[in-house]
């Protein structure tokens, strides 16, 4: 079982930056590969980013790419999200999960076994 507690979310203006950390308890963070999604009101949750155990790949949505960079600290069980250039249409409750597999298909948001509560990104033109 793994709990994982998004941070760092707020109100930014555009061209903004914002940095959301997800911490996880358990000794086992290692072991999962770790997503970022977001859901805006109205929408459907989309994936935002994945990065793999061992941080040795990324992923992103194409809306994101160029903008947004995923690590993870396995020390520290933290995953993170820089979020730089921020537009309005990113405003979003943006949600870390962890996936147990680790085999891919890490845009898919079924992939993931653990999901933190969320936390509230709003961008102001």
């Known amino acids: 079982q793994v709990q994982l507690v998004e941070s760092g979310g707020g109100l930014v203006q555009a061209g903004g930056s914002l940095r959301l950390s997800c911490a996880a308890s358990?000794?086992?963070?290692?072991?999962?590969?770790m997503g970022w999604f977001r859901q805006a009101p109205g929408k459907v949750r989309e994936f935002v980013a994945a990065?793999?155990?061992?941080?040795?790949?990324?992923y992103y949505a194409d809306s994101v790419k160029g903008r947004f960079t995923i690590s993870r600290d396995n020390a520290k069980n933290t995953v993170y999200l820089q979020m730089n250039s921020l537009k309005p249409e990113d405003t979003a409750v943006y949600y870390c999960?962890?996936?147990?597999?680790?085999?891919?298909?890490?845009?898919?948001?079924?992939?993931?076994?653990?999901w933190g509560q969320g936390t509230q990104v709003t961008v102001s033109s």
């Open positions: 999960a962890a996936d147990r597999q680790g085999i891919g298909g890490y845009t898919r948001y079924n992939v993931y076994d653990y």
């Open positions: 358990g000794r086992t963070f290692s072991s999962y590969a």
């Open positions: 990065i793999t155990r061992s941080a040795g790949n990324t």
